[in-house]
Nanobody, 115 residues
């Protein structure tokens, strides 16, 4: 069982920045591909970014160039640095990982971007 705890959400004006954190429990964090998803009201949950154990990153087109995912294996933590935020980035952001057929989600953190 892996527990994921997100933090760092909040209210920010358009053009501003936020950094989300997701702390994972357990001793196998360095082996996981870590994912950030988001879900806006009335929309499906979508993949925002992910990072492999080797540090390879992948971004949704909508955030590429504005968001940066990173990880600190010593702290069992994955980060999402979000710059130049737009109102359409407003959503609940979730941390996720999949491991040998199991899937784990955090509780989510709200990001609201005002225009």
């Amino acid at each position: 069982q892996v527990q994921l705890v997100e933090s760092g959400g909040g209210l920010v004006q358009a053009g501003g920045s936020l950094r989300l954190s997701c702390a994972a429990s357990g001793n196998s964090f360095s082996h996981y591909t870590m994912n950030w998803y988001r879900q806006a009201p009335g929309k499906q949950r979508e993949l925002v970014a992910n990072i492999t154990p080797g540090g390879i990153t992948n971004y949704a087109d909508s955030v590429n160039g504005r968001f940066t995912i990173s990880r600190d294996n010593a702290k069992n933590t994955v980060y999402l640095q979000m710059n130049n935020l737009k109102p359409e980035d407003t959503a609940v952001y979730y941390c996720n990982l999949r491991w040998f057929g199991f899937e784990y989600w955090g509780q989510g953190t709200q990001v609201t971007v005002s225009s």
